[in-house]
């Protein structure tokens, strides 16, 4: 089961009161954009097996959209932030670093 | 009050728990900063509660104010109050960055009366129901089943339930269901 922490209202939230919101950090290319960046941004995901950063939404409870790190191995949830942010805290890439030696997400590492 | 307020008709069960329909439940929506001063101070006046902590409730005899998210608030009163209170808060907050909609015939209130009320809800929601996690005083928005829902406790063996009125059937059912004698857990009974 898992269980991740909303940053907003501290609940300790399971899945099915959550849902999920796809990869996290996604840089929009709209119009004007180039053919390569606009395919990128519309179609290529990672798909890792151990540490990934996703969107969540606490849709059966506070509403409000946050990020997750987490192991989509073991399901550990290292940390979770607010939504306002175009990259994860320094605190939580320590943790995983601690955690995980070595990880790399496209360009984090 | 008409009975058009009630979407059933003020159904009951006796179970594990009474649960009964509750009429006459006013409620406010409030959309805004919960801690910009202005909000706060026009809450105060016009319902008499201050707005409560994350995930909390305040009450003031029969008004109140749950705490929703960090930009909402559910403020409770009469029901034959709530459209005077929205207008007189939404009149005293026109400056300021927030929405109050008078929203009482959009919800089902049901009261839990019944000390294995945390098993029966408990049945229904993914929350940790023990005494020690959820106390009186906080609200849990969450899922019963399959449809949104909210609640709180009022005092040990009292609690309440919102949900929207177009699910208040199936939320009472669930309830007594739950609730059924011969459906008995024991889980938090001493």
Request: glycine fraction near 8%; hydrophobic fraction near 40%; aromatic fraction near 8%.
């Amino acid at each position: 089961m898992l269980l991740i922490t909303c940053p907003y209202c501290g609940v300790a939230a399971e899945e099915t009161e959550l849902h999920g919101g796809g990869e996290a950090h996604l840089k929009r290319f709209g119009p004007g954009s180039n053919d390569d960046d606009f395919t990128s941004y519309l179609f290529h995901r990672e798909n890792p097996k151990g540490v990934h950063f996703e969107r969540w939404r606490h849709v059966n409870g506070c509403g409000k959209w946050f990020h997750a790190a987490r192991c989509t191995n073991t399901l550990e949830v290292f940390g979770t932030y607010k939504a306002q942010t175009t990259e994860p805290p320094k605190d939580i890439l320590d943790t995983i670093r601690a955690k995980r030696p070595g990880f790399t997400w496209r360009d984090l590492a | 009050m008409s009975d058009v307020a009630l979407a059933l008709g003020g159904a009951s069960f006796d179970g594990l728990v009474k649960i009964e329909e509750l009429a006459g439940q006013g409620m406010v929506t409030l959309r805004g900063d919960l801690t910009d001063k202005a909000i706060v101070k026009a809450v105060k006046d016009v319902f008499g509660v201050a707005l409560p902590d994350i995930r909390e409730t305040a009450f003031s005899g029969s008004t109140g104010a749950l705490w929703m998210s960090p930009d909402e608030a559910l403020l409770l009163c009469s029901y034959d109050e709530a459209q005077a209170k929205a207008d007189e808060l939404a009149g005293k907050l026109a400056d300021a960055h927030a929405l109050v909609v008078n929203v009482s015939d959009a919800r089902a209130v049901f009261q839990l009366k019944g000390s294995l009320l945390r098993e029966v809800i408990a049945k229904l929601a993914p929350v940790d129901m023990s005494p020690d996690a959820f106390k009186p005083g906080m609200v849990r928005r969450t899922r019963m089943a399959q449809v949104a829902a909210a609640f709180w406790m009022d005092d040990a063996s009292t609690a309440r339930v919102v949900c929207f009125r177009s699910v208040g059937e199936y939320v009472f059912n669930l309830l007594s269901t739950a609730a059924d004698t011969n459906a008995s857990v024991g889980h938090y009974s001493s």
